[in-house]
Protein backbone atom coordinates (compact mmCIF):
# COMPACT_ATOMS: atom_id res chain seq x y z
CA UNK A 1 0.00 0.00 0.00
CA UNK A 2 2.90 2.34 0.73
CA UNK A 3 4.09 1.74 -2.83
CA UNK A 4 1.39 2.51 -4.50
CA UNK A 5 0.95 5.82 -2.25
CA UNK A 6 4.50 6.64 -3.36
CA UNK A 7 4.04 5.71 -6.46
CA UNK A 8 0.84 7.79 -7.12
CA UNK A 9 2.96 11.08 -5.62
CA UNK A 10 5.70 10.07 -8.15
CA UNK A 11 3.36 10.06 -11.15
CA UNK A 12 1.76 13.11 -10.26
CA UNK A 13 5.17 14.73 -9.62
CA UNK A 14 6.27 13.41 -12.93
CA UNK A 15 3.42 14.76 -14.68
CA UNK A 16 3.35 18.16 -13.37
CA UNK A 17 6.53 18.62 -14.09
CA UNK A 18 6.45 17.26 -18.00
CA UNK A 19 3.13 19.76 -18.09
CA UNK A 20 5.13 23.02 -17.35
CA UNK A 21 5.32 22.15 -13.36
CA UNK A 22 5.24 25.29 -11.16
CA UNK A 23 6.08 27.27 -13.98
CA UNK A 24 2.62 29.06 -15.06
CA UNK A 25 1.95 29.82 -11.55
CA UNK A 26 5.66 31.22 -10.39
CA UNK A 27 4.51 33.78 -14.33
CA UNK A 28 1.35 34.77 -12.31
CA UNK A 29 3.16 35.32 -8.84
CA UNK A 30 5.61 37.68 -10.98
CA UNK A 31 2.57 39.15 -12.95
CA UNK A 32 0.94 40.04 -9.62
CA UNK A 33 3.97 41.13 -7.82
CA UNK A 34 4.42 43.96 -11.12
CA UNK A 35 0.50 45.08 -10.59
CA UNK A 36 1.09 45.79 -6.68
CA UNK A 37 3.42 48.78 -7.16
CA UNK A 38 1.37 50.40 -10.32
CA UNK A 39 -2.12 49.52 -7.87
CA UNK A 40 -0.81 50.84 -4.47
CA UNK A 41 2.08 53.23 -5.76
CA UNK A 42 6.01 52.99 -5.21
CA UNK A 43 6.57 54.19 -1.84
CA UNK A 44 8.97 52.25 -0.51
CA UNK A 45 7.61 52.66 3.13
CA UNK A 46 4.22 51.70 2.29
CA UNK A 47 5.36 48.60 0.39
CA UNK A 48 7.39 47.50 3.24
CA UNK A 49 4.60 47.53 5.44
CA UNK A 50 1.97 45.93 3.10
CA UNK A 51 4.55 43.17 1.95
CA UNK A 52 3.84 39.99 3.91
CA UNK A 53 0.22 40.31 3.05
CA UNK A 54 0.35 40.84 -0.25
CA UNK A 55 3.52 38.48 -0.93
CA UNK A 56 0.89 35.96 1.18
CA UNK A 57 -1.97 37.06 -0.90
CA UNK A 58 0.36 36.09 -4.02
CA UNK A 59 0.85 32.67 -2.81
CA UNK A 60 -3.14 32.03 -2.08
CA UNK A 61 -4.07 33.04 -5.74
CA UNK A 62 -0.89 31.11 -7.12
CA UNK A 63 -1.96 28.11 -5.44
CA UNK A 64 -5.47 29.03 -6.48
CA UNK A 65 -5.01 29.08 -9.62
CA UNK A 66 -3.49 25.36 -9.88
CA UNK A 67 -6.80 23.61 -8.24
CA UNK A 68 -8.64 23.47 -10.98
CA UNK A 69 -6.24 20.82 -12.36
CA UNK A 70 -5.84 18.87 -9.46
CA UNK A 71 -8.46 16.46 -10.04
CA UNK A 72 -9.87 17.51 -13.47
CA UNK A 73 -7.19 16.14 -15.99
CA UNK A 74 -7.47 12.71 -14.60
CA UNK A 75 -11.39 12.94 -14.71
CA UNK A 76 -11.35 13.69 -17.92
CA UNK A 77 -9.20 10.99 -19.50
CA UNK A 78 -10.70 8.46 -17.41
CA UNK A 79 -7.87 7.52 -15.08
CA UNK A 80 -9.28 8.75 -12.06
CA UNK A 81 -11.86 5.82 -12.08
CA UNK A 82 -8.78 3.36 -12.72
CA UNK A 83 -6.96 4.83 -9.94
CA UNK A 84 -10.46 4.49 -7.72
CA UNK A 85 -10.56 1.07 -8.91
CA UNK A 86 -7.27 0.09 -7.38
CA UNK A 87 -6.93 -1.58 -4.34
CA UNK A 88 -5.50 1.86 -2.54
CA UNK A 89 -8.61 3.32 -0.82
CA UNK A 90 -9.87 6.22 -2.11
CA UNK A 91 -9.59 8.56 0.53
CA UNK A 92 -5.18 7.63 0.66
CA UNK A 93 -5.54 8.54 -3.38
CA UNK A 94 -6.63 11.80 -2.33
CA UNK A 95 -4.45 12.86 0.15
CA UNK A 96 -1.62 11.25 -2.37
CA UNK A 97 -2.65 13.93 -5.09
CA UNK A 98 -2.51 16.66 -2.04
CA UNK A 99 0.44 15.82 -1.12
CA UNK A 100 1.89 15.57 -4.63
CA UNK A 101 0.34 19.00 -5.27
CA UNK A 102 2.30 20.02 -2.41
CA UNK A 103 5.58 19.13 -3.66
CA UNK A 104 4.92 20.25 -7.24
CA UNK A 105 3.23 23.21 -6.63
CA UNK A 106 2.49 24.95 -3.21
CA UNK A 107 6.43 24.56 -1.99
CA UNK A 108 7.59 25.61 -4.66
CA UNK A 109 5.59 28.74 -4.92
CA UNK A 110 5.95 29.51 -1.02
CA UNK A 111 9.92 28.57 -1.11
CA UNK A 112 10.05 31.41 -3.82
CA UNK A 113 7.48 33.50 -1.93
CA UNK A 114 9.46 35.24 0.08
CA UNK A 115 12.73 36.38 -1.13
CA UNK A 116 9.82 37.75 -3.90
CA UNK A 117 9.14 40.08 -1.08
CA UNK A 118 12.09 41.84 -1.17
CA UNK A 119 11.13 43.55 -4.28
CA UNK A 120 8.44 45.09 -2.38
CA UNK A 121 10.98 46.53 0.20
CA UNK A 122 10.10 43.42 3.02
CA UNK A 123 12.36 43.61 5.94
CA UNK A 124 14.79 41.62 5.42
CA UNK A 125 14.60 40.86 9.34
CA UNK A 126 11.21 39.28 8.88
CA UNK A 127 12.14 36.85 5.85
CA UNK A 128 13.35 34.06 7.53
CA UNK A 129 9.48 33.86 9.92
CA UNK A 130 7.83 34.42 6.80
CA UNK A 131 9.50 32.01 4.85
CA UNK A 132 8.77 29.11 7.76
CA UNK A 133 4.98 30.62 8.26
CA UNK A 134 4.86 29.99 4.04
CA UNK A 135 6.51 26.29 4.40
CA UNK A 136 3.99 25.17 7.26
CA UNK A 137 0.74 26.76 5.86
CA UNK A 138 1.24 25.53 2.32
CA UNK A 139 0.68 22.17 3.10
CA UNK A 140 -2.87 23.46 4.96
CA UNK A 141 -3.58 25.08 1.07
CA UNK A 142 -2.67 22.26 -0.66
CA UNK A 143 -5.08 19.88 1.02
CA UNK A 144 -7.72 22.49 0.87
CA UNK A 145 -7.29 23.15 -2.39
CA UNK A 146 -7.32 19.19 -2.83
CA UNK A 147 -11.16 19.05 -1.62
CA UNK A 148 -12.16 21.97 -3.63
CA UNK A 149 -10.27 20.23 -6.63
CA UNK A 150 -12.24 17.19 -5.92
CA UNK A 151 -15.44 18.75 -5.76
CA UNK A 152 -15.05 20.26 -8.87
CA UNK A 153 -13.34 17.51 -10.78
CA UNK A 154 -16.28 16.70 -13.30
CA UNK A 155 -17.81 19.66 -13.76
CA UNK A 156 -16.91 21.82 -16.96
CA UNK A 157 -16.76 25.70 -15.70
CA UNK A 158 -15.75 24.95 -12.24
CA UNK A 159 -13.34 28.16 -12.84
CA UNK A 160 -15.26 30.56 -10.59
CA UNK A 161 -16.95 28.01 -8.15
CA UNK A 162 -13.25 26.90 -7.00
CA UNK A 163 -12.47 30.44 -5.66
CA UNK A 164 -15.81 30.47 -3.65
CA UNK A 165 -15.08 27.43 -2.04
CA UNK A 166 -11.15 27.64 -1.36
CA UNK A 167 -11.01 31.25 -0.17
CA UNK A 168 -13.24 31.02 3.21
CA UNK A 169 -11.77 28.26 4.04
CA UNK A 170 -7.94 29.76 3.45
CA UNK A 171 -8.66 32.86 5.71
CA UNK A 172 -7.69 31.13 8.81
CA UNK A 173 -4.59 30.34 7.37
CA UNK A 174 -4.08 33.59 6.28
CA UNK A 175 -4.49 35.01 9.45
CA UNK A 176 -1.59 33.24 11.62
CA UNK A 177 0.25 33.05 8.26
CA UNK A 178 0.46 37.44 8.88
CA UNK A 179 0.42 36.98 12.41
CA UNK A 180 3.88 35.46 12.60
CA UNK A 181 5.21 39.07 10.88
CA UNK A 182 3.10 41.16 12.32
CA UNK A 183 4.37 44.30 14.37
CA UNK A 184 2.66 43.50 17.49
CA UNK A 185 4.07 40.39 18.37
CA UNK A 186 4.10 39.33 22.46
CA UNK A 187 7.06 38.13 24.48
CA UNK A 188 6.33 34.73 22.69
CA UNK A 189 7.20 35.85 19.68
CA UNK A 190 5.94 34.72 16.43
CA UNK A 191 5.78 30.76 18.07
CA UNK A 192 1.86 30.49 19.08
CA UNK A 193 1.13 31.98 15.37
CA UNK A 194 3.37 29.33 13.97
CA UNK A 195 2.13 26.66 16.27
CA UNK A 196 -1.42 27.47 14.97
CA UNK A 197 -0.83 27.45 11.90
CA UNK A 198 0.70 24.14 12.59
CA UNK A 199 -2.76 23.14 14.14
CA UNK A 200 -4.16 24.31 11.33
CA UNK A 201 -2.41 21.59 9.26
CA UNK A 202 -2.80 19.12 10.73
CA UNK A 203 -6.73 19.13 11.02
CA UNK A 204 -6.63 19.76 7.16
CA UNK A 205 -4.77 16.58 6.75
CA UNK A 206 -7.32 14.61 8.87
CA UNK A 207 -10.17 16.57 7.01
CA UNK A 208 -9.02 16.33 3.65
CA UNK A 209 -9.13 12.60 2.90
CA UNK A 210 -12.20 12.15 3.89
CA UNK A 211 -13.85 15.11 2.69
CA UNK A 212 -12.45 14.65 -1.07
CA UNK A 213 -13.01 10.95 -0.56
CA UNK A 214 -16.70 11.63 -0.10
CA UNK A 215 -16.52 14.36 -3.11
CA UNK A 216 -15.58 11.54 -5.47
CA UNK A 217 -17.29 9.28 -4.60
CA UNK A 218 -20.55 11.45 -5.10
CA UNK A 219 -19.05 11.52 -8.94
CA UNK A 220 -18.66 7.55 -8.96
CA UNK A 221 -22.18 6.52 -7.10
CA UNK B 1 -29.68 0.05 47.46
CA UNK B 2 -27.09 -3.39 47.99
CA UNK B 3 -23.74 -2.25 47.87
CA UNK B 4 -21.80 -4.78 45.58
CA UNK B 5 -18.28 -4.58 45.49
CA UNK B 6 -17.20 -4.29 41.81
CA UNK B 7 -14.65 -7.16 41.83
CA UNK B 8 -17.70 -9.66 43.32
CA UNK B 9 -19.89 -9.20 40.10
CA UNK B 10 -19.01 -12.67 38.36
CA UNK B 11 -17.76 -12.52 34.75
CA UNK B 12 -20.75 -13.97 34.28
CA UNK B 13 -23.48 -11.62 35.22
CA UNK B 14 -21.09 -9.00 33.52
CA UNK B 15 -21.70 -10.63 30.01
CA UNK B 16 -24.93 -11.23 31.11
CA UNK B 17 -25.25 -7.17 31.86
CA UNK B 18 -23.78 -6.34 28.61
CA UNK B 19 -25.83 -8.48 26.45
CA UNK B 20 -28.93 -6.72 28.34
CA UNK B 21 -27.24 -3.63 27.56
CA UNK B 22 -26.88 -4.50 24.25
CA UNK B 23 -30.07 -5.38 23.57
CA UNK B 24 -31.42 -2.14 24.68
CA UNK B 25 -29.72 0.01 22.63
CA UNK B 26 -30.12 -2.36 19.89
CA UNK B 27 -33.91 -1.55 20.25
CA UNK B 28 -33.81 2.42 20.94
CA UNK B 29 -31.25 2.11 17.85
CA UNK B 30 -34.26 0.71 15.87
CA UNK B 31 -36.94 3.20 17.47
CA UNK B 32 -34.95 6.26 16.04
CA UNK B 33 -34.24 4.56 12.65
CA UNK B 34 -37.84 3.57 12.69
CA UNK B 35 -38.77 7.29 13.70
CA UNK B 36 -36.56 8.79 10.83
CA UNK B 37 -38.06 6.19 8.17
CA UNK B 38 -41.50 7.15 9.41
CA UNK B 39 -40.54 10.55 8.82
CA UNK B 40 -38.86 9.81 5.22
CA UNK B 41 -41.92 9.09 3.92
CA UNK B 42 -42.63 11.97 2.01
CA UNK B 43 -46.39 11.67 1.84
CA UNK B 44 -46.63 11.67 5.79
CA UNK B 45 -43.95 14.14 6.08
CA UNK B 46 -46.02 16.41 4.09
CA UNK B 47 -49.45 15.91 5.86
CA UNK B 48 -47.53 16.22 9.25
CA UNK B 49 -45.84 19.53 7.81
CA UNK B 50 -49.90 20.91 6.41
CA UNK B 51 -51.13 20.41 9.90
CA UNK B 52 -47.93 21.98 11.94
CA UNK B 53 -48.23 24.90 9.55
CA UNK B 54 -51.02 26.90 10.25
CA UNK B 55 -50.15 26.77 13.95
CA UNK B 56 -46.49 27.61 13.79
CA UNK B 57 -47.61 30.59 11.08
CA UNK B 58 -49.81 31.85 13.71
CA UNK B 59 -47.40 31.42 17.03
CA UNK B 60 -45.18 33.28 14.73
CA UNK B 61 -47.07 36.14 13.55
CA UNK B 62 -48.21 36.71 17.42
CA UNK B 63 -44.90 36.92 18.95
CA UNK B 64 -43.94 39.01 16.34
CA UNK B 65 -46.77 41.11 17.45
CA UNK B 66 -45.67 40.55 20.70
CA UNK B 67 -42.26 41.04 20.73
CA UNK B 68 -41.65 44.10 18.11
CA UNK B 69 -44.40 46.17 20.65
CA UNK B 70 -41.86 45.16 23.54
CA UNK B 71 -38.93 45.94 21.67
CA UNK B 72 -40.01 48.86 19.47
CA UNK B 73 -42.33 50.76 21.98
CA UNK B 74 -42.71 49.87 26.10
CA UNK B 75 -38.75 48.64 26.42
CA UNK B 76 -36.71 51.05 27.65
CA UNK B 77 -33.76 52.91 25.21
CA UNK B 78 -30.58 52.36 26.93
CA UNK B 79 -28.88 55.37 28.57
CA UNK B 80 -25.75 54.94 25.92
CA UNK B 81 -27.35 53.43 23.39
CA UNK B 82 -30.42 55.44 23.25
CA UNK B 83 -33.25 54.37 20.92
CA UNK B 84 -30.71 52.73 18.74
CA UNK B 85 -30.85 50.37 20.91
CA UNK B 86 -34.08 48.73 18.96
CA UNK B 87 -32.19 48.04 16.18
CA UNK B 88 -30.80 44.96 18.76
CA UNK B 89 -33.93 43.59 18.74
CA UNK B 90 -33.86 42.54 15.14
CA UNK B 91 -30.34 42.53 14.26
CA UNK B 92 -29.54 39.99 16.74
CA UNK B 93 -31.87 36.99 16.22
CA UNK B 94 -31.48 37.66 12.47
CA UNK B 95 -26.84 36.89 13.55
CA UNK B 96 -28.07 33.83 15.64
CA UNK B 97 -30.45 32.27 13.40
CA UNK B 98 -27.67 32.61 10.51
CA UNK B 99 -25.39 30.54 12.24
CA UNK B 100 -27.77 28.29 13.85
CA UNK B 101 -29.12 27.51 10.25
CA UNK B 102 -25.83 26.62 9.09
CA UNK B 103 -25.17 24.35 11.78
CA UNK B 104 -28.56 22.35 11.02
CA UNK B 105 -27.77 22.58 7.55
CA UNK B 106 -24.86 20.51 8.86
CA UNK B 107 -26.36 18.46 10.69
CA UNK B 108 -28.87 17.18 8.06
CA UNK B 109 -25.91 16.81 5.48
CA UNK B 110 -24.32 14.44 8.09
CA UNK B 111 -27.88 12.17 7.96
CA UNK B 112 -27.93 12.05 4.64
CA UNK B 113 -24.44 10.91 4.20
CA UNK B 114 -24.90 8.67 6.95
CA UNK B 115 -27.99 7.10 7.09
CA UNK B 116 -29.06 7.92 3.10
CA UNK B 117 -31.97 9.84 4.37
CA UNK B 118 -33.88 10.82 1.51
CA UNK B 119 -35.32 14.14 3.22
CA UNK B 120 -32.37 14.93 4.59
CA UNK B 121 -31.00 16.54 1.48
CA UNK B 122 -33.88 18.26 0.60
CA UNK B 123 -33.92 19.69 4.43
CA UNK B 124 -30.31 20.74 3.90
CA UNK B 125 -30.78 22.09 0.27
CA UNK B 126 -33.79 24.35 1.52
CA UNK B 127 -32.18 25.52 4.86
CA UNK B 128 -29.87 27.38 2.36
CA UNK B 129 -30.78 30.31 0.85
CA UNK B 130 -32.85 31.08 4.28
CA UNK B 131 -29.80 31.29 6.37
CA UNK B 132 -28.07 33.10 3.51
CA UNK B 133 -30.90 35.44 3.47
CA UNK B 134 -30.78 36.03 7.71
CA UNK B 135 -27.33 36.33 7.71
CA UNK B 136 -27.71 39.36 4.87
CA UNK B 137 -30.54 40.96 7.26
CA UNK B 138 -27.90 40.30 9.78
CA UNK B 139 -25.10 42.40 8.18
CA UNK B 140 -27.86 45.31 6.55
CA UNK B 141 -29.11 45.62 10.33
CA UNK B 142 -25.49 45.59 11.65
CA UNK B 143 -24.71 48.06 9.55
CA UNK B 144 -27.30 50.25 9.93
CA UNK B 145 -26.65 50.25 13.59
CA UNK B 146 -22.95 50.59 13.05
CA UNK B 147 -23.19 53.92 11.67
CA UNK B 148 -24.71 55.98 15.07
CA UNK B 149 -23.02 53.77 17.08
CA UNK B 150 -19.56 53.52 15.88
CA UNK B 151 -19.72 56.53 13.40
CA UNK B 152 -19.28 53.69 9.85
CA UNK B 153 -20.97 51.73 8.22
CA UNK B 154 -18.37 49.10 8.24
CA UNK B 155 -15.38 48.23 9.89
CA UNK B 156 -13.38 44.94 9.28
CA UNK B 157 -13.36 43.63 12.90
CA UNK B 158 -13.84 40.18 13.84
CA UNK B 159 -17.21 39.75 14.10
CA UNK B 160 -17.86 41.53 10.77
CA UNK B 161 -15.22 39.54 8.89
CA UNK B 162 -16.52 36.23 10.53
CA UNK B 163 -20.16 37.05 9.55
CA UNK B 164 -18.72 38.08 5.84
CA UNK B 165 -17.84 34.94 5.89
CA UNK B 166 -20.52 33.32 6.90
CA UNK B 167 -22.26 34.58 4.03
CA UNK B 168 -19.50 33.61 1.74
CA UNK B 169 -19.76 29.89 2.88
CA UNK B 170 -23.68 30.33 2.23
CA UNK B 171 -22.86 31.33 -1.31
CA UNK B 172 -20.35 28.63 -1.70
CA UNK B 173 -23.05 26.15 -0.53
CA UNK B 174 -25.64 27.92 -2.50
CA UNK B 175 -23.22 28.07 -5.97
CA UNK B 176 -23.02 23.92 -5.48
CA UNK B 177 -26.75 23.35 -5.97
CA UNK B 178 -26.69 25.72 -8.65
CA UNK B 179 -23.60 24.11 -10.70
CA UNK B 180 -24.38 20.72 -10.90
CA UNK B 181 -27.41 19.53 -13.72
CA UNK B 182 -28.17 16.30 -11.98
CA UNK B 183 -29.58 16.87 -8.41
CA UNK B 184 -28.15 13.08 -7.13
CA UNK B 185 -24.51 14.54 -7.81
CA UNK B 186 -25.52 18.23 -6.94
CA UNK B 187 -26.81 16.57 -3.36
CA UNK B 188 -23.51 13.75 -2.98
CA UNK B 189 -21.25 17.05 -3.11
CA UNK B 190 -23.04 19.68 -1.39
CA UNK B 191 -23.54 17.38 1.60
CA UNK B 192 -19.05 17.96 1.78
CA UNK B 193 -19.20 21.53 1.01
CA UNK B 194 -21.54 21.91 4.21
CA UNK B 195 -19.77 19.67 6.83
CA UNK B 196 -16.32 20.92 5.89
CA UNK B 197 -17.76 24.92 5.94
CA UNK B 198 -18.95 23.74 8.92
CA UNK B 199 -15.70 23.85 10.92
CA UNK B 200 -15.60 27.55 10.36
CA UNK B 201 -18.47 27.69 12.69
CA UNK B 202 -16.80 27.41 16.21
CA UNK B 203 -14.28 30.74 14.84
CA UNK B 204 -17.11 32.53 13.40
CA UNK B 205 -19.09 32.56 16.88
CA UNK B 206 -16.10 33.36 18.88
CA UNK B 207 -14.28 35.22 16.89
CA UNK B 208 -15.31 38.51 19.09
CA UNK B 209 -13.78 36.52 22.37
CA UNK B 210 -10.45 35.33 20.59
CA UNK B 211 -10.23 38.51 18.97
CA UNK B 212 -10.87 41.61 20.61
CA UNK B 213 -12.33 43.78 18.74
CA UNK B 214 -14.93 47.24 18.25
CA UNK B 215 -18.02 44.83 18.34
CA UNK B 216 -19.26 43.90 21.61
CA UNK B 217 -19.15 40.58 22.86
CA UNK B 218 -22.30 38.07 22.65
CA UNK B 219 -24.81 39.68 25.37
CA UNK B 220 -26.10 37.16 26.64
CA UNK B 221 -23.21 35.31 27.55
CA UNK B 222 -22.38 37.00 30.94
CA UNK B 223 -25.82 37.82 31.74
CA UNK B 224 -24.91 41.65 31.04
CA UNK B 225 -28.34 42.76 29.99
CA UNK B 226 -31.38 44.35 31.82
CA UNK B 227 -34.20 41.80 32.08
CA UNK B 228 -36.56 44.46 30.23
CA UNK B 229 -34.07 43.93 27.63
CA UNK B 230 -33.64 40.47 27.83
CA UNK B 231 -37.35 39.27 27.65
CA UNK B 232 -38.59 41.15 24.36
CA UNK B 233 -34.84 39.66 22.85
CA UNK B 234 -35.71 36.22 23.54
CA UNK B 235 -39.40 36.94 22.61
CA UNK B 236 -38.16 38.48 19.10
CA UNK B 237 -35.64 35.28 19.18
CA UNK B 238 -38.60 32.68 18.62
CA UNK B 239 -40.90 34.69 16.52
CA UNK B 240 -37.58 34.43 14.32
CA UNK B 241 -37.16 31.08 15.18
CA UNK B 242 -40.65 30.11 14.80
CA UNK B 243 -40.60 32.47 11.50
CA UNK B 244 -37.82 30.47 10.31
CA UNK B 245 -39.46 26.96 10.73
CA UNK B 246 -42.83 28.28 8.80
CA UNK B 247 -40.53 28.95 5.66
CA UNK B 248 -38.16 25.50 6.18
CA UNK B 249 -41.11 23.50 6.29
CA UNK B 250 -42.76 25.30 3.36
CA UNK B 251 -39.16 25.40 1.24
CA UNK B 252 -38.68 21.22 2.07
CA UNK B 253 -42.62 20.91 0.71
CA UNK B 254 -41.46 22.95 -2.59
CA UNK B 255 -38.46 20.57 -2.53
CA UNK B 256 -40.43 17.27 -2.35
CA UNK B 257 -43.00 18.49 -4.90
CA UNK B 258 -40.12 19.31 -7.37
CA UNK B 259 -38.61 16.25 -7.02
CA UNK B 260 -42.06 14.25 -8.01
CA UNK B 261 -42.49 16.79 -10.87
CA UNK B 262 -39.05 15.71 -12.02
CA UNK B 263 -39.88 11.68 -11.28
CA UNK B 264 -43.48 12.46 -13.78
CA UNK B 265 -41.58 14.34 -16.60
CA UNK B 266 -38.78 11.64 -16.50
CA UNK B 267 -41.22 8.90 -16.45
CA UNK B 268 -43.18 10.41 -19.18
CA UNK B 269 -40.30 11.19 -21.51
CA UNK B 270 -39.10 7.48 -20.93
CA UNK B 271 -42.66 6.14 -21.84
CA UNK B 272 -42.72 7.97 -25.26
Not at chain 1, 26 to 46: H, N, R, W
Not at chain 1, 103 to 116: E, K, N, R
Not at chain 2, 163 to 171: A, S, V
Not at chain 2, 230 to 255: D, K, R, S, V
Request: hydrophobic share 60%.
Amino acid sequence: MTAAFVALIRRDLLLSYRGGGVGAALAFMLAFLVMIPLAIGPDQETLSRLAPGLMWLALLLAVLLTTERLFQQDWDDGSLELLAMAPLPLELLCLAKALAHWLGVSLPLAIVAGPLGILLNLPVDRLAVLLLGMVTGSLALSLIAAIAGAVTAGLRRGGLLIPLLVLPLYVPVLIFGLATTGGDLGPAGATPSLLVLAAIVLITLVLQPWAAAAALRAYFR
Amino acid sequence: MINVPARSISDRALSTLNASFKADRDLRLKGYSDAMQFLANPTIFMRLANAVLPWAWTAAALCFAAGLYMALISSPTDYQKGETVRIMYVHVPAAWLALFIYVLMAVASAVALIFRHPLADAAAKAAGPLGAVFCFLALVTGAIWGKPMWGTWWVWDARLTSMFILMLLYLAYLAIWQAFDDPHLAAGLARVVALVGVIMVPIIKFSVEWWNTLHQPASLAKLAIDPAMLWPLLLMALAYTLFFLCLHLTAIGNEITARKLRAARLKAIAST
